[in-house]
């Protein structure tokens, strides 16, 4: 494994198991320009990805180190400040504000048990400055809104939906992930979804007895409590493609599309809290086999 980890001292504390994934998401947004890397580790080596409205781009790096807070990967740089992107025909550094944190682990009691994919939200949206050049093509994302999550295990779930988007006419970030989910020899459908409004954060998820009314390719229906939530999802065309973990390499194939057309609205108490629209939505639909 090309993977190191040591502490801002410089002294190594640990290596990285021989088995398993270990992946962040960093999505750059300004109006219909997207831009996405994906540096991680698997016992297939290390890697970054990009992916924008157009195109998905895969890098083979010799060697992905973690260092305090800071990603080093093939001469790029990925952190809670921002990214410095030094890969073939793709170069630039973008700087990002504070930080929207969730009030607690998106896993909830779930992050004390093992699983096959643990998944973590570092921030849900903050500002970006700075411009990324692919291909001689600058990419100004001044202004713009960032998103940054963690996936790790052995592999991804063999059937899920996952929703990403911070880019509506109001301020509003919303996470939203239905999978299968294999647990204690048995398996089950799964959900975790985080929603930040108007300086409030909801949370919809199996260990706060979500209900899961409706999860197809284009709706997914969410009861919980005194909420509801709905989301309609029309992708833009197929994605591209991605690499993804199947039990701890980079051996499987997952379609993400950077620009599907969402609606999301949420009730409380049967009074609606918003009912917001948008073209630019982060989307993967895997189904059952």
């Known amino acids: 494994m090309h993977c190191r980890r040591v502490n801002t001292t410089g002294m190594e504390v640990a290596y990285m198991k021989n088995k398993g994934f270990e992946g962040w998401y960093f999505k750059h947004q300004r109006s219909g320009d997207v831009l996405a890397f994906i540096p991680g580790i698997a016992e297939s080596g290390a890697f970054i990805q990009m992916l924008s409205p157009d195109t998905s781009r895969q890098f083979d790096v010799p060697e992905l180190t973690v260092r305090g807070d800071v990603i080093y990967a093939g001469g790029c740089e990925f952190s809670k400040r921002g990214c410095k992107i030094n890969l073939p025909s793709v170069t630039g550094e973008i700087s990002y504000g504070a930080l929207t944190k969730l009030r607690s682990d998106i896993m909830g009691p779930f992050r004390f048990f093992p699983m096959e994919c643990r998944h973590g939200v570092i921030s849900m949206a903050h500002t970006l400055s700075g411009s990324i050049s692919v291909d ?30 911070n880019s509506f006419p109001e301020p509003c970030s919303v996470m939203l992930s239905v999978a299968h ?49 709905e989301a309609d999802i029309e992708p833009s065309q197929s994605g591209h493609p991605l690499r993804s973990p199947v039990k701890g390499s980079m051996s499987g194939t997952i379609r993400e599309s950077s620009n599907a057309a969402v609606r999301i609205r949420l009730w409380r108490r049967g009074e609606p809290v918003f009912d917001l629209e948008s073209g630019g939505a982060m989307y993967e639909y895997v189904p059952a086999k």
């Open 136 to 165: 001689g093509q600058p990419h100004c994302f001044d202004g713009g809104v960032g998103y940054i999550e963690k996936d790790s295990g052995t592999s991804f779930p063999s059937s899920y939906q996952w929703l990403q988007c």
């Open 181 to 229: 989910i294999p647990f204690g020899g048995l398996s089950f459908e799964g959900c975790i979804c985080a929603i930040i409004y108007g300086g409030r954060e909801y949370r919809l998820a199996t260990y706060n007895g979500v209900r899961i009314c409706a999860a197809s390719e284009k709706h997914i229906c969410l009861t919980q409590g005194n909420l509801l939530f």
